[in-house]
């Protein structure tokens, strides 16, 4: 889980680890002018989640994924 486990295992915030697993990979290949962020000319894939702290780790459930602006099936 690349943003549950840095949240729990590093106790750093949710949105540092969301950076951790978006826009810090795109920035190290190269790619941050159409990945790693939400912005108008980006391609669109994104994940919506919702916080979920009932385990007892922060953890996070997907709720709609979307790839190239369109939503897909869960």
Excluded: H, K, W
């Amino acid at each position: 889980d690349a943003v549950g486990n840095p949240a729990s295992v590093c106790d750093i915030p949710v949105t540092e680890a969301v950076r951790c697993a978006t826009l810090n990979p795109a920035l190290e290949v190269g790619i941050e002018d159409r990945c790693g962020l939400i912005e108008e000319g980006g391609r669109a894939d994104l994940c919506l989640c919702r916080p979920d702290d009932t385990s007892g780790r922060r953890r996070l459930n997907i709720e709609r994924v979307f790839i190239g602006g369109s939503q897909v099936a869960l």
